[in-house]
Every structure is written in structure tokens, then in C-alpha cells.
């Protein structure tokens, strides 16, 4: 079937759906299908067909969530709002086992009873997508960074507040909330609410050098797993052990250290790969450090689609045929680490 024809299909099946359940339903077989083309087709292309896929079940689970407080008589949505995707979903690189890590903005109310108006409706707005969304199959942000937590469900006046005082206060917790925002999407709601939150967000990280310090330091944090002579730095003891953790010791790090550097740039594109992109259109990169980042990044997606549960290749399965590659894509990774590193002794004298 062709990918316009599987988008038309995937939007009327969606679209009927009258139910989380049949929404998970609709995930669990689309997801088993692409999961069957991971290893035979562009990587790229089942990677946005997937986070298509999670796109069009999550909006439609707001509209049924829209649909049921209006029938419980709490109306329409009394501001224009946007829904925000953090995380790998906010990256446009979920993968079937992809949490829920999301956010609300809402538009100033414009009166004490409006915004009584606003906290109630959608208080129980965020709750109730939570539970749908639970239903449709996406298990709650273990980190609390969801909907129904009212940290994460603000007006746009009180958003700009507290990313102040996470500027104010860069504290390691603060700086982890910023890192959060910074791969914001919005995939339901008003467009102009959703580019207001991210220009204030942008355009304060740009002229505050202490953040963006605070941030290298944590982006260092996760080191890519290949030692000085190319060797694989696999897990030492336990039951994991001679395993190789792909999630945080290859894909983590370079989605850290291109995200510090897009936004370092003034970049707003949340995706990994589009970063790369803005950061060679930006002259950050060269062509060919493009090129080669975004071959190295695909690998990794790819490898992260195949090793589903807890991100890690067991030993059995690091053959000479995967760890070739693996190490190459290892090894930009590290160079690009280094990019970082380089970048904060330039910019602020050593770590």
C-alpha cells in the first residue's frame, strides 16, 4: 500500500474511532505492521510513519476527551489552548513503548472568573486525557512531566513565570525542566498559543549564558558507550551483563548534544534530525559532519525500534555484522560530544 493511501485509511479508521480502546486497537495493529518494516525499509520512513501513527491517536483522543466534558456540561474549552508532546514524542521519535510525556498552555484569561473558568476545565481536561490516553495504551510519564500534573498545565502568563525562575534559579532540576521544553511540540491545539510559548522560551535561553552552561554540563552527563581504542563499553555485571545499552549510551547522548547545540543556535526545530539539518543550514556543521550525523542518527533509531522493553542489545545478539556499524555510529557520537565539550571551554574557560 502506498503511503498516501495508508494516511487517507489511518485518518477515517482514527477518525470513527469512539473510544480509547478502539484507538488502542487501531495503535497495536498499525504498530506491528511498521515494526515488520524496520528491518527492510528506509529507517526514516517508518520512523515518521510511526510517530504519524501516535500523532493521529493522541489527537483524536483529545477530541473524544473535548467531545465527553462538553457532554458533561463544562462546555467547549473557554481559551484557545495547545497540547504539547515532550520527551521522544515531542522529537518525533516515539517508539511502540513511548510514554506519555505532555504539557498544556493555555491563553491568559482575561478576568478572576475566566480564570476561575480556565483552572477547572482544564484541570479536568488534563485528568481525562491522562486516563484516555492510559486506555489508548501510552502508560504515565514516570517523571510526573504529564497533563494532569498542574505544573506541567499553566496559562501562558504563568508558563513565562516559571521558566523565569528556572533561569532565575539554575539549579540541576531546573535545568532538567528547561532541556524538557526545549523538544516541545505541540500536536493538538491552537498553532499561534503553541509558537508564543516557544518564541518566550527561545528568546530568553539565547541571552542567558549561565543556562546554556548549566545545560552543557548536563547534556555531558551520559557518555557514549565506545572506548578510546573503538572498543564497545558494554555492561559489566548482572543480568544485563555484555549487553550493550543503545538508549542511553548511544541515542541519549547525541539527542543531548544536538539539542544544546540547536538551541545554542536559535534553532526551534524539536526533532534530532532536524536539528542536524538547521545546524548545517546555520554553518554549525559542515556538510559533511551533516551528513554523517544524520547516517549515525538513523542507525540508532533504528536499533532503538528493535530493542523494545529496556533498550539494550543482549550480547547474543552484538554480532560482527551489528557491531561494525554500531561502533562507527559510536564514534560520531563521541565526536560530537566533544563538539560540545569544546564549545564550553571556548565559550566559558573549562567545565
Not at 118 to 127: I, N
Not at 212 to 223: D, F, G, I, Q, S
Not at 304 to 325: A, H, M, S, V, Y
Amino acid at each position: 500500500m502506498s503511503r498516501s493511501r495508508w494516511e487517507k485509511r489511518l485518518q477515517q479508521e482514527i477518525g470513527s474511532a469512539s473510544d480509547p480502546e478502539m484507538l488502542q486497537m487501531l495503535r497495536n495493529k498499525e504498530q506491528n505492521r511498521l515494526l515488520a518494516l524496520v528491518s527492510i525499509s528506509p529507517i526514516n520512513s517508518v520512523v515518521d510513519a510511526m510517530n504519524e501513527l501516535q500523532d493521529a491517536i493522541i489527537s483524536r483522543a483529545l477530541e473524544l476527551v473535548e467531545n465527553d466534558l462538553a457532554r458533561l456540561g463544562l462546555g467547549a474549552p473557554p481559551v484557545p489552548y495547545a497540547y504539547f508532546l515532550f520527551g521522544s514524542g515531542g522529537r518525533s521519535e516515539q517508539t511502540m513503548t513511548s510514554d506519555q510525556d505532555s504539557g498544556i498552555v493555555y491563553a491568559n484569561p482575561a478576568n478572576d472568573d475566566e480564570k476561575e473558568r480556565c483552572e477547572l476545565y482544564f484541570e479536568q481536561f488534563g485528568q481525562t486525557a491522562v486516563q484516555y490516553l492510559v486506555r489508548a495504551g501510552y502508560p504515565p510519564c514516570e517523571g510526573n512531566v504529564i497533563a494532569s500534573n498542574p505544573e506541567w498545565r499553566l496559562s501562558l502568563h504563568d508558563w513565562e513565570r516559571k521558566i523565569d525562575g528556572y533561569f532565575n534559579e539554575p539549579s540541576w532540576e531546573n535545568v532538567r525542566h528547561l532541556l524538557i521544553i526545549a523538544d516541545g511540540r505541540k500536536v493538538a491545539g491552537d498553532i499561534s498559543m503553541a509558537e508564543e510559548f516557544r518564541e518566550r522560551f527561545f528568546s530568553d535561553m539565547l541571552s542567558n549564558s549561565v543556562i546554556v552552561r548549566r545545560m552543557m554540563e548536563n547534556t555531558l552527563r551520559h557518555k557514549v558507550l565506545v572506548g578510546a581504542f573503538g572498543q564497545l563499553l558494554r555492561e559489566r555485571y548482572g543480568k544485563d551483563s555484555g549487553s550493550l545499552d543503545i538508549k542511553y549510551g548511544a541515542y541519549i547522548p547525541m539527542v543531548n548534544a544536538f539539542r544544546l547545540l540547536a538551541v545554542q543556535a536559535g534553532i526551534h526545530e524539536s526533532s534530532t534530525l532536524g536539528r542536524i539539518a538547521g545546524l548545517q543550514h546555520a554553518g554549525v556543521l559542515t556538510l559533511g559532519e551533516a551528513e554523517e550525523a544524520s547516517s549515525a542518527f538513523s542507525f540508532l533509531l533504528r536499533l532503538r525500534l528493535l530493542t523494545l522493553g529496556n533498550g539494550k542489545i543482549p550480547r547474543d545478539q552484538l554480532t560482527k555484522e551489528l557491531t561494525q556499524p554500531l561502533k562507527k555510529a559510536l564514534k560520531i557520537g563521541k565526536k560530537v560530544q566533544r563538539k560540545v565539550e569544546r564549545e564550553l571551554q571556548y565559550r566559558f574557560g573549562g567545565r
